[in-house]
């Protein structure tokens, strides 16, 4: 495995990621921001922030897919969510555990979570990007 993660000593366990991810592969997998349209191009979970997440995750694990890769090999996330507040993540993470289920597995990679005043369309409450390193 190219990607192997770390909580060192001195910093919180998070729990929904790990602080530090250590990448030994060489080709190197950059995933753009998804956002919760499907395949069609149509809008998922208008309105519906888990939903949306759902669909952001799972469209960034097609995108893995396609360069030969999976979350497992996520070095790091990005997450940006609109109008973020803290009371948002039980839904942030209802529709991260809705993915993962379907996904098989766990995304658990460094992530960082931004507060964003729009994206590309009003319709759009998050965007999801990944690096991903694969041999």
Not at 100 to 128: M, R
Request: proline residues 5%; contains cysteine; charged residues 15%.
């Amino acid at each position: 495995m190219t990607i192997t993660l770390l909580n060192p000593e001195g910093l919180p366990e998070i729990g929904a990621y790990h602080q530090v991810s250590v990448a030994t592969g060489s080709k190197l997998v950059f995933v753009a921001g998804q956002v919760a349209w499907g395949a069609a191009g149509d809008a998922a979970g208008e309105g519906d922030l888990a939903a949306q997440v759902e669909q952001c995750y799972l469209n960034v694990g097609t995108a893995l897919s396609g360069a030969g890769a999976s979350f497992d090999d996520v070095a790091k996330l990005n997450v940006h969510v609109v109008d973020w507040t803290p009371d948002k993540m039980p839904l942030l993470m209802e529709g991260i555990a809705r993915a993962a289920a379907k996904l098989g597995t766990t995304p658990a990679a460094p992530a960082t979570l931004l507060g964003v005043a729009a994206l590309d369309v009003p319709e759009h409450l998050v965007e999801i990007e990944a690096t991903a390193v694969i041999d």
